[in-house]
């Protein structure tokens, strides 16, 4: 009966995201709108009830919570709830680098992150600048863009380098690395929506990759010690 109790939350999220995912593809936005912050929330709930609440996990529970605002935030159209959202979301990258960071990485490996880092930054500024130029996105905006991407790099990067992490299981690093590098991906096909260069039903790919990111780092934190 405990493993049942225990399966019952991931089971539900599962069937939500699947809803959420089916609507995505068939374009039926209130369904898809009403069902994509009740994964998030499913997720802090699955969190919170199933392991305790510890220090290294704090900061992903609150990387969770502003995750699920930001979802909220970007349900209106408009410029003004973009830069709102992306704003939650970079409070969300925010303390997904300081969860990530608790355990630290030797220095040679810091130094390797940190130069990773910066040239994918410089590619980030790069490209906005060249796919701006030819299209009609507000260019105000632009700056912020560029700075929730270096900010959601540093937080891939950080993921990555679970791998180097004392504290972080062989299994449980390559999930963080895998949701964070997803994670990335959901957000650059938004940036490439923005920029008029969407793909072929991008809003579905957007969310599965998303909420795949988000199942993959919650899955690997809750295997986190204590």
């Given at each position: 009966?405990?493993?049942?109790?225990?399966?019952?939350?991931?089971?539900?999220?599962?069937?939500?995201?699947?809803?959420?995912?089916?609507?995505?593809?068939?374009?039926?936005?209130?369904?898809?709108?009403?069902?994509?912050?009740?994964?998030?929330?499913?997720?802090?709930?699955?969190?919170?009830?199933?392991?305790?609440?510890?220090?290294?996990?704090?900061?992903?529970?609150?990387?969770?919570?502003?995750?699920?605002?930001?979802?909220?935030?970007?349900?209106?159209?408009?410029?003004?709830?973009?830069?709102?959202?992306?704003?939650?979301?970079?409070?969300?990258?925010?303390?997904?680098?300081?969860?990530?960071?608790?355990?630290?990485?030797?220095?040679?490996?810091?130094?390797?992150?940190?130069?990773?880092?910066?040239?994918?930054?410089?590619?980030?500024?790069?490209?906005?600048?060249?796919?701006?130029?030819?299209?009609?996105?507000?260019?105000?905006?632009?700056?912020?863009?560029?700075?929730?991407?270096?900010?959601?790099?540093?937080?891939?990067?950080?993921?990555?380098?679970?791998?180097?992490?004392?504290?972080?299981?062989?299994?449980?690093?390559?999930?963080?690395?895998?949701?964070?590098?997803?994670?990335?991906?959901?957000?650059?096909?938004?940036a490439l929506d923005k920029l008029d260069r969407r793909l072929p039903k991008y809003r579905f790919w957007i969310?599965?990759?998303?909420?795949?990111?988000?199942?993959?780092?919650?899955?690997?934190?809750?295997?986190?010690?204590?």
């Amino acid at each position: 009966m405990a493993d049942v109790i225990r399966v019952f939350p991931v089971v539900g999220i599962a069937m939500v995201s699947l809803i959420n995912w089916v609507s995505a593809w068939q374009m039926r936005m209130i369904p898809y709108y009403v069902t994509k912050p009740v994964v998030l929330l499913g997720l802090i709930l699955l969190m919170v009830l199933r392991v305790p609440l510890t220090p290294e996990r704090l900061p992903f529970l609150l990387g969770l919570v502003f995750s699920l605002l930001g979802d909220i935030f970007l349900i209106p159209r408009g410029t003004r709830w973009f830069l709102v959202g992306m704003g939650a979301f970079s409070v969300a990258q925010l303390m997904y680098i300081w969860g990530f960071n608790l355990s630290m990485v030797t220095l040679p490996v810091l130094v390797v992150g940190l130069v990773a880092w910066l040239v994918g930054v410089i590619l980030i500024h790069m490209l906005v600048n060249r796919f701006s130029g030819s299209s009609s996105i507000n260019k105000a905006i632009l700056p912020f863009m560029k700075g929730y991407g270096a900010l959601l790099l540093a937080m891939v990067m950080s993921a990555l380098l679970c791998l180097a992490r004392p504290a972080w299981s062989d299994r449980a690093a390559v999930m963080a690395g895998i949701g964070g590098v997803l994670f990335f991906l959901s957000d650059g096909m938004i940036a490439l929506d923005k920029l008029d260069r969407r793909l072929p039903k991008y809003r579905f790919w957007i969310i599965v990759t998303y909420h795949l990111a988000q199942f993959l780092i919650v899955g690997a934190v809750i295997q986190l010690p204590g």
